[in-house]
């Protein structure tokens, strides 16, 4: 389960970053940050990692501490199909969902810097990908194991970040990042069914 888990983040929150509602808000940051002094750069790029791990660390811990005994094979299947199609839907209509800014929660967060803002957020679409890897982090109930899913999330889902950050978005990428942003909903989308799919055929 340790290793399904760890897996799991690493492709999720690798794949968190390339959603809709992810890519052009950290492509902007990236932007940004590639045209501020190298100093002002990595202490904005330090604060968004840090923030994301120590935000996702709160979640998937709590999951581990909350726990369940075990979740059956059809509950599974379901939650991975469902999310599946939620994905699907939303390429053709848009669903209401609002990002979980958590910043918020801070007194005076207007002061904050945009690394924490965009650290202590997530964006709608990834939230459906949190949920499946906070799941697994309450299976283990190893909040230790849960830590370390939350770095594995937060370091996958901002690595593209740091590679927009430090190299420059000439037109080839920015076309990259706009395939992908069209793409990605449906590649989430067919990961999610062949886990399912894959769930039925073994009965694990």
């Known amino acids: 389960m340790n290793t399904v888990l760890l897996i799991t983040a690493a492709v999720l929150g690798f794949l968190s970053f390339f959603e809709p509602c992810t890519i052009a808000t950290h492509t902007l940051f990236a932007v940004r940050a590639s045209h ?12 968004l990692m840090l923030s994301r791990i120590g935000l996702l660390v709160i979640i998937f811990g709590s999951a581990a501490v ?13 939650m991975l199909s469902v999310i599946g199609l939620i994905y699907l839907i939303t390429r ?12 918020r929660l801070i007194p005076a967060h207007e002061k904050l810097s945009q690394g924490l803002k965009l650290g202590l957020t997530l964006p709608a679409c990834t ?3 949190v949920l499946i890897v906070a799941t697994l982090s309450a299976l283990t109930q190893q ?3 849960a830590a370390w899913a939350a770095l594995v999330f937060a ?7 740091l ?13 990259f990042l706009s395939k992908a942003a069209n793409l990605s909903p449906y590649v989430t989308t067919l990961l999610l069914w ?3 799919f894959l769930i039925w055929q073994t009965g694990v």
């Open 92 to 103: 053709k209509i848009y669903l209401p969902v609002p990002h979980l800014e958590f910043f």
């Open 155 to 161: 370091i996958m889902f901002t690595l593209p970040t």
């Open 143 to 145: 909040v230790a194991v």
């Open 163 to 175: 590679w927009d950050s430090t190299h420059e978005l000439n037109p080839a990428h920015r076309v």
């Open 194 to 196: 062949s886990g399912a």
């Open 66 to 78: 909350i726990g369940i005994a075990e979740l059956s094979a059809n509950a599974a299947i379901l």
């Open 36 to 47: 501020a002094p190298v100093r002002q750069r990595w202490l904005a790029l330090a604060q």
């Open 127 to 129: 939230l459906p990908l």
